[in-house]
């Protein structure tokens, strides 16, 4: 959706306001437009103040993190599939852009307002707060098959997502030492309480991969499309993942419901962002013990590589945790 100039070759227009997941959003039209049929629709999007006030890009992990974070929680929905006079439409893929400043976004809109979208709880939304979305589907038959005199009968599906919220609770451990037997517990946004168990902090050797492993996998990296120089990229930011010397730093913790935690060190967060253009993937540790000393599944949490010789109390902090945001089906009248 590059072109500026937007004129559907078939539509449906809606025009149908709705709240998802708390955020105010008016479905604008089904439309065929350059090969591609998609639904339309605008909703309230604001811009973080940081960006608003011209600031730099993160000078901290702790400040990448809650950029990261704030801009999830803003896009927190992705519809599925929407339902009209009893045709499901199944999504396959979407995409959002700001409206203000780029084209692409402002030409369907001013095209569907033209057509008498209105953008009601919109209208009083500065329009740098608002973005537009399409989402694409492969089924045409809808605008052979709707009919204008009946009633659409909507209902639009919005999947399951991981909303990752902000806890921010310090503390301070020494590798290997016994597992804390105290209960921590932190507040949820709906004033619940969640409790949590500390295990212990532990020095893993880096499970470096094999030269078999590596051949292996640019293997694959090739069949994927990536050139030599992007290979030799990847792999290097990977033997840069735990430098010599180092060991993988990490955190077993249980927490009550299951909930999933991330952990990082103050150092950390406190450091600047280091911008490469590859990308590293440490991995996964697994306890080996399905239930924690506290009876709850134990996780663990990987804080990176330290020195081998690291001794003393490491401060660590919550950073957040997640909550499952379950599939919503939106029913709109009319």
């Not at 004129?7 to 998802?20: A, F, G, H, Q, V």
């Not at 008016?26 to 065929?32: C, E, I, K, T, Y």
């Not at 994927?224 to 730093?249: F, M, T, V, W, Y």
Request: proline content about 8%; overall charge negative.
């Amino acid at each position: 959706m590059t072109d500026s100039v937007f004129r559907p070759e078939r539509e449906i227009i809606l025009n149908k306001p709705l709240r998802i997941r708390g955020q105010e959003a008016v479905l604008a039209a089904l439309a065929s437009y350059g090969g591609k049929s998609c639904l339309w629709l605008f909703y309230h999007r604001p811009l973080p103040e940081w960006l608003l006030r011209g600031e730099p890009e993160a000078s901290t992990h702790r400040e990448e993190r809650e950029h990261a974070m704030l801009d999830a929680r803003l896009n927190r929905f992705w519809p599925q599939s929407l339902c009209i006079q009893g045709h499901l439409l199944s999504f396959t893929s979407a995409g959002a852009l700001p409206l203000s400043g780029n084209p692409e976004a402002r030409a369907p809109f001013e095209y569907f307002t033209g057509k008498g979208v209105s953008p009601g709880a919109l209208a009083h939304i500065p329009k740098r707060d608002i973005s537009v979305m399409h989402c694409s589907f492969e089924d045409e038959s809808i605008f052979s098959v709707f009919e204008p005199s009946l009633p659409p009968g909507l209902a639009l599906t919005v999947g399951s997502e991981h909303e990752e919220l902000p806890v921010h609770a310090r503390h301070s451990l020494t590798p290997g030492a016994p597992p804390e037997e105290k209960r921590f517990t932190f507040t949820r946004p709906d004033g619940t309480e969640c409790g949590y168990y500390l295990n212990g902090l532990s020095l893993h050797d880096f499970p470096a991969p094999t030269p078999e492993q590596r051949r292996e996998a640019a293997k694959q990296m090739r069949a994927q499309g990536l050139s030599d120089a992007q290979i030799a990229r990847i792999q290097k930011s990977e033997r840069n993942a735990c430098p010599e010397g180092h060991k993988l730093l990490a955190l077993a913790y249980e927490s009550e419901g299951d909930i999933q935690l991330s952990f990082y060190t103050e150092a950390y967060l406190d450091a600047a962002p280091e911008y490469t253009g590859g990308a590293a993937s440490i991995g996964f540790l697994v306890s080996e013990n399905e239930k924690g000393p506290h009876g709850h599944r134990e996780q663990c949490c990987c804080l990176g590589p330290v020195p081998e010789t690291l001794t003393g109390q490491v401060e660590l902090e919550l950073f957040s945790f997640y909550r499952r945001l379950p599939e919503e089906t939106i029913r709109i009248d009319g």
